[in-house]
Each structure stands twice: as structure tokens, then as C-alpha cells.
């Protein structure tokens, strides 16, 4: 294996945990640099990374949480090499993933980016890593389960997740992939242009995916570069922080590439249909919180 690939691999860190250290030693040792961006964490993550990944890792700390896309750019303008892997700490690229993404992406002169194949820790295929774009009628088929009815009606209820689909035996063109597993041309980025800093967490691999479209650079998902996902683990303490920020990124995303395409009024039920699924969430976390809360309680008084 090529011990010093082309690569720059920028991680975003927020409270990864022990995750982070694992994720950088899966990486670190087959490419050029590794810079972790440190969105303020306030766990032992960079301490413990430090203490035991040195070589070729360089960290930028920032003063506080200034988002995903902010961070994933500050990544971007220090790396140094021609292609750039931007890597969710709670991620584990299998051996060989890097190399074998890299050498899909070399193939293809319009391709701009590539995508692993996603894996839940026991090893089922996750939803993210490759997927339509999700239009506001896409997600409302998605939101209410008539994604349910695709095997019958597939062009009218097609559903934007495609891991549903029988996964392919060799690399094909998806309109977009997750930002937890992204390798990305330089030369691509350069045209497209960087993440669009305005989302603060979710969708933002949504609009650059886009934008790479609109640019006419093709994206592929690789079925033959795992990666292990633990999904969550940078969020899981702050869920209500987390929904309002991805609500709030799915209306500016709806926004931004589909208000030409839909009409004004709606477009306002689009919007609404959002904001209602935030509170519904909310309460229902709410709810979940709550009763936890009195079971405690309950078990304390007990004891």
C-alpha cells in the first residue's frame, strides 16, 4: 500500500471522545497530513489525540463552536495537497478505503468527489452515503412513508435514501453523498467553491453536493470502501441543539435551490411542514427526557 497518498485529511471534532484518536490512526499513516479542526471541545478528545498521535497530525483550535462548515473550511484553506478527505471523527475508514477511493477519483477527470460505502457498527449500510437530493416533494414522500408505495409507483414516491436499493458491485453516480466520508478534488473544490458557511450543522454536504452538480463535476458512491459510522457521537448530548440546526439548514437548503421552482404559497407549506416536524421532534424528546427524569427519581426514592 502506498504509505504517502496525495491526501489531506481534515477532521472536524466536537467532543468525539476516544473516536477521534481511533479515527486518526486509521488514517494518518497512509497519507501526507491530518488536520484536526477543534470546534471548542470540552471533553479529553485532543489532549488524549495528541498524547498518542503525533506524526504528520497538526490541530487548529478554535475559541469556540464555530460549525461544521466553518471548520471544514478553515481544513480546507491549510491543506496542502491535491485531494482532500473530509473525515467525521466518529468515522473508521477501513485498510485499503483511502487508496481505493482516491484511485476511483484518479480514473474519472470530471469526477469531483467520492463517497464510502457507510456502515452502522453492526455493520448495516446507513442511509447518508448515497442518496438523491432531497427535493421538498422527495422529503415529504419520505416524511409521511409513501416511500413505502415506490415498489409500485417508483417515479412518484421515490424515496432520496438509496441504500434500500440493491448496492452495486461497482462505483456509480449518486447526486449526493455524506459529508462524514468525502474525498474531493482539489481542482473541484477551486471551481465550486467551499462549503457555504451559513449552515452551522446538517445539509451543508446537501448544497456542496449540489453546487458540484451545477458545476457538471460528477459525484460517485464506492461500495468497496468501507467505513464504520458511529453516528451521533459528536451530537448525542445536545439533540435539541442538533434539530434546530438541521431544520433550520433544510429550509435554507429548500430555499436556496428550489424557491425558483415552487411556488410561493407552497413553498410556505414546505417550510411549515419543516418547522412542525422540529416541534414534534422537540416534544418528543422532551417527553423521552422527562421520563427518564422520573425513573430516576423513582429509582432513587427506592434505594
Given at each position: ?101 482516491l484511485q476511483v477519483l484518479q480514473q474519472h477527470a470530471r469526477v469531483g468527489m467520492v463517497g464510502g ?34 415498489p409500485w409507483f417508483p417515479r412518484l414516491f421515490f424515496d432520496f ?143
Open positions: 500500500m502506498n504509505q504517502t497518498l496525495p491526501i489531506s485529511v481534515v477532521i472536524v471534532n466536537y467532543n468525539a471522545g476516544i473516536l477521534l484518536v481511533h479515527c486518526v490512526q486509521a488514517v494518518a499513516s497512509q497519507v501526507r497530513e491530518v488536520w484536526v479542526i477543534d470546534n471548542d471541545s470540552r471533553d479529553q478528545s485532543v489532549q488524549e489525540l495528541q498524547r498518542q498521535c503525533t506524526e504528520q497530525v497538526r490541530v487548529l483550535h478554535n475559541a469556540q463552536n464555530m460549525g461544521f462548515a466553518v471548520a471544514c473550511n478553515q481544513g480546507a484553506r491549510v491543506a496542502s495537497q491535491p485531494f482532500v478527505f473530509f473525515l467525521n471523527p466518529d468515522s473508521i475508514p477501513a485498510p485499503g478505503t483511502l487508496e481505493r477511493l460505502l457507510l456502515l452502522g457498527p453492526e455493520g448495516d449500510e446507513q442511509g447518508g452515503g448515497r442518496r438523491a437530493l432531497p427535493t421538498p416533494w422527495r422529503a415529504l414522500v419520505r416524511a409521511t412513508g409513501l416511500y413505502h408505495l415506490a435514501h438509496l441504500h434500500r436499493l440493491p448496492r452495486p458491485e461497482q462505483p456509480i453516480p449518486v447526486e449526493a453523498i455524506s459529508g462524514a466520508c468525502m474525498l474531493v478534488r482539489r481542482a473541484a473544490m477551486d471551481e465550486v467553491g467551499l462549503w457555504d458557511e451559513h449552515y452551522f450543522l446538517h445539509c451543508e454536504d446537501l448544497d456542496w453536493c449540489a453546487r458540484f452538480g451545477q458545476h457538471q463535476w460528477q459525484i460517485l458512491f464506492v461500495p468497496d470502501a468501507p467505513v464504520v459510522h458511529y453516528q451521533g457521537t459528536c451530537s448525542r448530548s445536545r439533540p435539541v441543539f442538533v434539530q434546530w440546526h438541521k431544520h433550520r439548514g433544510m429550509i435554507r437548503f429548500y430555499r436556496k435551490f428550489f424557491r425558483q421552482h415552487y411556488p410561493g404559497p407552497l413553498m410556505g407549506l414546505v417550510i411549515l411542514g419543516v418547522w412542525g416536524r422540529f416541534f414534534v421532534l422537540v416534544l418528543r424528546e422532551w417527553v423521552r427526557a422527562l421520563g427518564l427524569v422520573s425513573t430516576r427519581s423513582f429509582h432513587h426514592r427506592d434505594s
